[in-house]
DNA sequence: TGTTCATATGAATATATGTTCATATGTGCT
DNA sequence: AGCACATATGAACATATATTCATATGAACA
């Protein structure tokens, strides 16, 4: 028997849905992988942490590289840098961009493994 | 010096950047790996995952363990059924769900080891 | 065959997100 | 001080996506 009044199914183990729900993950630490893959959801953000791999490069670099307008680079940029994903460095007008370590491209060549 | 309409930079390493486009991962392998950490984004869907490990569960069982709507988990299922992240089996009128493998299990969990 | 249980699905809605455009900020140079 | 280079940023826009709502599908059962 079940009552809940989400759905009508009478047919739930119960005791295995309690069983599973005390073992999950907190929901924090889920909520933040998520958006660790969201970050890495998107093809320029990708682009982008590829390109900066053993190397930095200033944001026109990355603009012309990738064909993304400077603007673009600049917003996924930032978002790199809120993650924590990417550092910077200025010199004179320009800012290079480099990754704050390796562990994202270990990340993505996991991704790149699923299933190939 | 730089000639392109992109931006107006001038001091561009045109040499490195070739260097790198040309080193530069198959745009339709990097599309494939950003749509999987896609699925890999949404906390219900991660949610969903992680539920299945182990065992497999109905669409009901899994509306009521994760406070979800049955449409919403149904929609959800769609997309890790075209993912091929799970698989089902039928049994009189109900839906059972399970993971296909365990790979998506060991990326999840790679995630979660970042920076922690 | 009509009813209930179980799931799927299309349309509508709200929200999130990526890009563009215009502009601001800041540095170096003349 | 004025100008060009380099980047950042806010607003507007378009698109993508998650959820809800209503309904369709289908199986079991009386």
Do not use: A, P
């Amino acid at each position: 028997m079940c009552s809940n009044d989400l759905c009508e199914i009478k047919s739930v183990r119960s005791e295995l849905i309690d069983e599973i729900s005390n073992k999950m993950k907190d929901n924090d630490t889920i909520q933040k992988t998520c958006n660790l893959f969201k970050i890495l959801s998107d093809n320029n953000r990708v682009r982008i942490i590829l390109s900066l791999q053993d190397r930095e490069l200033c944001v026109c670099e990355l603009s012309l590289l990738l064909d993304m307008s400077q603007s673009s680079v600049s917003h996924q940029l930032r978002h790199l840098r809120n993650s924590n994903i990417v550092k910077f460095r200025k010199e004179n007008k320009q800012i290079f961009y480099s990754l704050n370590n390796d562990e994202i491209i270990k990340l993505i060549e996991k991704g790149e493994e699923y299933e190939s």
